[in-house]
Structures are given as C-alpha cells and as structure tokens.
C-alpha cells in the first residue's frame, strides 16, 4: 500500500516475508522514499512482490541512494544497489545472519547526507540512526519507537532515562512537524512524540 504524504515524501506498507506469529512484533513494516534536491532517497526499504504497484512508482523515479538505518533492518539494500545501481548508506556492524552482499558507506550521528539528510543520535545503543529530513519537517525512525493503542511509544533499554530520553528530547530542538516509525501506526506529529517521551517506556515481550 502506497500512502502519499506530501510532494516528494511517500511510504509503502507490506507484510515482512520472514515474520512468524511467534516472533512478535508487526507484520506489516514501513518503507519510506524521499526526494530532495537531484536526490532519491530509499529508506529501510523493504522490496515488495513483482509485479507490486510499488515498482512502477520507483521504476518512474528511480532512487538515487538507499540507506538501512538500523543493523537488523538490512532488509533489500541489495535488491535496490542491483536493480538501481544507487549508493548504499548504513552501518558498520550487522548481525551475522543478515549481512548485505554489497558494501555499505558508513552512516553516523551527526553525518549530513546527499540530498542534506541529517543522521541523528537516538541514545539507545542499537546503532540506530534516525534521519531528519529537513525540507520535509520530518525524522524517520527504526525501532526507537512503536505504537500501542494508535500512542506512539518509546522502546525501552536499560539507557532510557541516562541516555535515550535526553538524546530523544534533543531532537526537538529540531523544526520538525512529522514522525514515520518502521512499525505500527506508521505517521505521527510532534505532539505525539512529545507525549510519548512523557510516558513510561515499553518493554519487548
């Protein structure tokens, strides 16, 4: 499913192919695509079936770079660096059983990539890099956040109050008016992340 969010800024929802009822977590996960400036941004794109409406649309408007935010978020870099001969962003460590074919140019907080994308710091330790899009008004998320009851929430680590929150308050320093998670109710609004920092945090099951 392809949601339009503004000129220049859509996601797309799928289910994950290798997800199992006893795994937890959400079966659809988000996708996002960004255009700014000469550049055509994938954000931990999750490639859909052949055939999905998804492909004509990047196929129209082909995507200039890719980018995995998080480790286990590797997800398709390398289905998009073969169908697309983009440059490929991410991080310098994955878990062993999901490495990409294809070599990663190394994302960090505080980075600034093509197209002015800004990698930012989330605190948790799980080597996510959350991306502010600055034309957009919009920070797209990995996992640092999730939703339960339609509320968005923040994960809980054992770094919450020491590190997560005061990285995550930070960031509303930013001018931003738009949040997409990776899982759950995939948009919300600064007023929603501020909320969520109010609450006590979720534990994984």
């Known amino acids: 499913m392809i949601i339009d969010l503004e000129p220049g800024l859509w996601i797309w929802r799928i ?14 996960v988000t996708s996002v695509c960004v255009e700014e400036s000469d550049q055509i941004a994938v954000l931990d794109g999750l490639a859909p079936p052949d055939g999905d409406e998804v492909w004509d649309r990047l196929d ?18 390398d289905v998009f660096v073969t169908r697309y001969g983009l440059r490929a962003f991410g991080p310098d460590v994955f878990h ?7 070599d990663l140019e190394l994302v960090y907080p505080g980075m600034e990539l093509p197209g002015g994308f800004l990698a930012l710091y989330d605190g948790r330790w799980r ?55 990776s899982h759950g109710d995939p948009v919300h609004d600064r007023v929603g992340f501020e ?11």
């Open 195 to 205: 909320r969520a920092l109010a609450r006590d945090p979720i534990a994984a099951d």
């Open 60 to 77: 129209g408007r082909p995507p200039t770079m890719a980018v995995v935010l998080k480790p286990d978020h590797v997800r398709s870099i």
């Open 96 to 102: 062993k059983d999901d490495v990409p074919e294809n």
């Open 127 to 181: 080597n996510e890099t959350p991306l502010w899009l600055p034309a957009h008004r919009t920070i797209v998320f990995s996992d640092a956040l999730t939703t339960l009851g339609g509320e968005l929430q923040v994960w809980a680590t054992p770094w919450h109050e020491e590190r997560a929150l005061p990285a995550l308050r930070a960031m509303l320093d930013l001018p931003f008016e738009r949040i997409i998670i």
């Open 15 to 28: 289910p994950h192919p290798d997800w199992e009822p006893d795994t937890g977590g959400d079966r659809v």
